[in-house]
C-alpha cells in the first residue's frame, strides 16, 4: 500500500477509521479505495457516488466524524492506540498478506508486534496438565526469543500469556482491548 510508513495525523486518524468502520468495506476494499483516491478523505467523499455506481446494491454512509473521535477517545483512555496500517509500528510481517487489517488497536508495547512471534491457542476448558504444558512451552519458546500470541481466553490461551509474561506476550482480541 505504502512503501514508507508515517504516522497519522489525528484528522488523518479520524478518516481512516471512519472509512474502516463504513459498512461493506473489509481490508481489500479499503486498500482498493486508498489507492484509487489516494486518501481516506477523498475515498470518503466518493462513498455516494460509488453507492450509486454499484446501484444500492451496498450501503456506504461512513460513521459520523464525532462517533469516531468518541471511540478514539475511549480507547485512549483505556491507555490504548490506533495503529493503522500506514503507521511505521504496524506488524511487518502482517502488512505482507493478502489482505491486512487496516486499523490494529494496540495496549502496551508496539515494539513486540515485530519481534518472532508464535501462535498458542488450545481449548478453553483444557485440563491442568494441559494449561501446565502450555504454560511451559510458552516460557521455554519465549526465553528462546519469541513473542507468544494468543487469543486471552481461558484455558492454553491464558495459560500461554502467563508463561510468556516474563518475555512478551501479545493478545489478540476481536473484541476490543476493554472487552476480555
Given at each position: 500500500m505504502e512503501d514508507n510508513p508515517t504516522q497519522l495525523s489525528d484528522t488523518e486518524q479520524v478518516d481512516w477509521l471512519r472509512l474502516v468502520r463504513t459498512p461493506s468495506i473489509g481490508p481489500r476494499t479499503y486498500i482498493e479505495l486508498i489507492e484509487r483516491y489516494g486518501s481516506p478523505a477523498a475515498a470518503i467523499t466518493e462513498l455516494p457516488e460509488i453507492a450509486q455506481r454499484a446501484r444500492g446494491k451496498r450501503r456506504l454512509v461512513a460513521p459520523p466524524e464525532a462517533d469516531i473521535r468518541a471511540e478514539l477517545s475511549r480507547l485512549d483512555a483505556a491507555g490504548g492506540r490506533m495503529i493503522a496500517l500506514?503507521?511505521?509500528?504496524?506488524?511487518?510481517?502482517?502488512?505482507?498478506?493478502?489482505?491486512?487489517?487496516?486499523?490494529?488497536?494496540?495496549?502496551?508495547?508496539?515494539?513486540?508486534?515485530?519481534?518472532?512471534?508464535?501462535?498458542?491457542?488450545?481449548?478453553?476448558?483444557?485440563?491442568?496438565?494441559?494449561?501446565?504444558?502450555?504454560?511451559?512451552?510458552?516460557?521455554?519458546?519465549?526465553?528462546?526469543?519469541?513473542?507468544?500470541?494468543?487469543?486471552?481466553?481461558?484455558?492454553?490461551?491464558?495459560?500461554?500469556?502467563?508463561?510468556?509474561?516474563?518475555?512478551?506476550?501479545?493478545?489478540?482480541?476481536?473484541?476490543?482491548?476493554?472487552?476480555?
Open positions: 500506514s503507521d511505521p509500528d504496524y506488524p511487518a510481517a502482517l502488512a505482507v498478506i493478502a489482505d491486512p487489517p487496516p486499523a490494529l488497536f494496540l495496549r502496551g508495547y508496539s515494539t513486540l508486534l515485530n519481534n518472532p512471534t508464535i501462535a498458542i491457542v488450545g481449548a478453553r476448558n483444557a485440563s491442568t496438565n494441559g494449561k501446565r504444558f502450555a504454560q511451559e512451552i510458552a516460557a521455554g519458546l519465549g526465553n528462546a526469543g519469541y513473542v507468544i500470541v494468543s487469543g486471552l481466553a481461558r484455558g492454553v490461551d491464558g495459560a500461554a500469556h502467563l508463561g510468556a509474561l516474563a518475555t512478551g506476550t501479545i493478545a489478540a482480541v476481536a473484541g476490543g482491548i476493554d472487552v476480555v
